[in-house]
């Protein structure tokens, strides 16, 4: 809907940034999720290889 008068439209200016802010936080949130699990699975990667040369 268009703004009917500046008010408006601050208002809907201002729902918009709002918005836009929470993407921004998601993405944030989602790359520090995948590079927790990278350094996860890296460690357990490592651990079960230095297990197994201490099995042979």
Same mark, same amino acid.
């Given at each position: 809907?268009?703004?009917?008068?500046?008010?408006? !439209?601050?208002?809907?200016?201002?729902?918009?940034?709002?918005?836009?802010?929470? *993407? !921004?936080?998601?993405?944030?949130?989602?790359?520090?999720?995948?590079? !927790?699990?990278?350094?996860?699975?890296?460690?357990?990667?490592?651990?079960?290889?230095? *297990?197994?040369?201490? !099995?042979?």
């Amino acid at each position: 809907p268009k703004p009917k008068n500046k008010n408006d !439209a601050l208002i809907i200016d201002d729902d918009r940034d709002e918005n836009d802010e929470e *993407v !921004a936080n998601s993405f944030d949130i989602n790359k520090w999720l995948n590079d !927790a699990s990278q350094a996860i699975l890296g460690f357990l990667l490592l651990l079960t290889l230095t *297990v197994g040369k201490d !099995a042979k």
